[in-house]
């Protein structure tokens, strides 16, 4: 027979479901395993409400987007296609540097969704994390309720009509039942809402989580074809390379020996051909590019055949991309940890990114350099140099003619640039980006796109 426990807890939760109300009870810990063996299967339904700290819980959610991360692999099939269809591509420059650029802008696309997406589970593990903690809150309040029914369950008023002169103890159990029934009732309410609260944010978490495995497959599938795609331009050029060898040698020789990267940019562009011959080219094309208003420089810019840049640097502030997307940790002019200030701008990005060259240039170095890591140094013409330091992998040669936003390098899975000594609290690979005019550090805001806070300034 059902005692005046079971019987209160149903009405009570006659407008709820009863088996969620039961393991929510049980997953707290408030109620009796006794008095609701039948419910025991409800037990894995709220396992997670019992799932440690919420410091345990966000590593583990951590360690679960970084096993997300590692996880994608573009099939064999799939990259065979991708290769068959780079292969029928007109094997010319202009053809796959258009369809370099082109697939490095899907991918900063899709890069934009992944941070969104990411930031939208973080949002939902915070209000998880709220309902759990309001859960949490109940338990002192419900334990209280819970004895008193217990007692009552244990000690049932009698029935009036077979004990009539028990009639006082069961008025006193009737008051007693009524005093707590509200109670029961607010509180059962309250669980109930947080339950379903719960499991929505539980849907809508692995919902997003599929959303965001999605995403990085298409990730790995833009990164497979900008590799593809840079192999089958170098290979074009596989004479070149070969010519070129003895000169990147030099190059690196020269850049053991260089003091600062002032004077192994101007020890570049008078002793190594390649570089001599891209610092010739750019002082050409600052003769010969005529000054363009900016919708003549969108026009210009959407040309993928150029071989020189398609306007003046000083005329391109504001048009620039930035070469990564990722927040601003460190600007221009702020201190470098050494006592003096940055040369340049640091940008915090994720593992294995590309580095899309932020203007039409030649590549005058492309190496190691001191503690910068690997070192790219482009000549944008009148006199101005740009300098991306902290990649892993290099993809331009030296002496080539880049286009802006083509792939050149390809972040590392850690920081690899040390320049100062700030090293802030981010593990994530960092990018130093240096404009320099005439071989004196310059501040890169004004060429950035005014709506991109993190960048400019």
């Not at 003549?296 to 150029?306: F, H, I, V, Y």
């Not at 994720?350 to 932020?358: E, K, W, Y």
Request: aromatic share 4%; charged share 25%; proline share 4%.
């Amino acid at each position: 027979m059902l005692n005046l426990y079971g019987k209160l807890i149903r009405m009570t939760i006659r407008s709820h479901s009863r088996p969620a109300l039961l393991a929510v009870l049980l997953g707290l810990g408030l109620a009796s395993p006794c008095a609701f063996a039948t419910e025991a299967d409800q037990l894995e339904a709220v396992d997670d409400l019992r799932g440690g700290s919420a410091e345990q819980r966000r590593n583990a959610r951590e360690a679960e987007l970084e096993a997300i991360r590692r996880s994608i692999e573009v099939s064999a099939r799939r990259q065979s296609a991708l290769r068959e269809e780079i292969n029928a591509l007109e094997r010319d420059g202009e053809t796959l540097s258009a369809d370099l650029i082109a697939t490095a802008q899907r991918m900063r696309a899709t890069e934009q969704e992944v941070a969104g997406i990411e930031g939208r589970i973080e949002q939902l593990h915070m209000q998880e994390d709220g309902v759990r903690r309001s859960l949490r809150q109940r338990r002192a309040v419900m334990a209280e309720v819970l004895m008193a029914l217990q007692r009552m369950g244990r000690t049932p008023p009698p029935a009036m009509l077979s004990r009539p002169e028990d009639a006082l103890a069961a008025i006193r159990g009737s008051i007693l039942a009524g005093s707590v029934l509200p109670d029961i009732r607010v509180e059962a309410e309250g669980l109930a809402a947080d339950l379903s609260e719960l499991t929505e944010l539980s849907a809508r978490i692995e919902s997003e989580r599929d959303a965001l495995r999605a995403r990085y497959a298409a990730m790995g599938e833009e990164q497979t074809r900008i590799d593809l795609l840079v192999a089958a331009k170098q290979s074009d050029h596989e004479q070149t390379q070969a010519a070129l060898a003895a000169e990147q040698s030099k190059a690196t020789q020269l850049a053991d020996e260089a003091q600062n990267l002032t004077s192994l940019i101007r020890t570049l562009e008078s002793e190594v051909a390649a570089a001599a011959r891209a610092a010739e080219e750019a002082r050409e094309a600052a003769r010969t590019t005529a000054r363009t208003d900016e919708d003549d420089a969108a026009t210009r810019l959407s040309d993928t055949s150029r071989i020189a840049p398609a306007i003046h640097f000083a005329d391109a502030k504001g048009l620039l991309t930035p070469p990564v997307l990722g927040p601003t940790v460190a600007r221009f002019g702020e201190a470098d940890g050494l006592g003096g200030t940055s040369q340049g701008l640091s940008l915090s990005t994720r593992p294995g990114m590309p580095v899309l060259s932020p203007a039409d240039a030649w590549v005058v170095y492309a190496g190691p350099f001191r503690s910068y890591g690997q070192v790219l140094i482009l000549n944008a013409g009148d006199n101005y140099h740009i300098v991306l330091a902290g990649m892993e992998r290099i993809d331009a040669a030296l002496g080539q003619f880049v286009l802006a936003g083509e792939p050149v390098a390809v972040m590392g899975a850690t920081r690899v640039a040390s320049i100062g000594e700030d090293e802030h609290t981010s593990a994530q690979p960092l990018l130093y980006v240096e404009f320099r005019k005439d071989g004196t550090a310059i501040d890169s805001g004004p060429w950035w796109p005014p709506e991109n806070g993190e960048v400019n300034g």
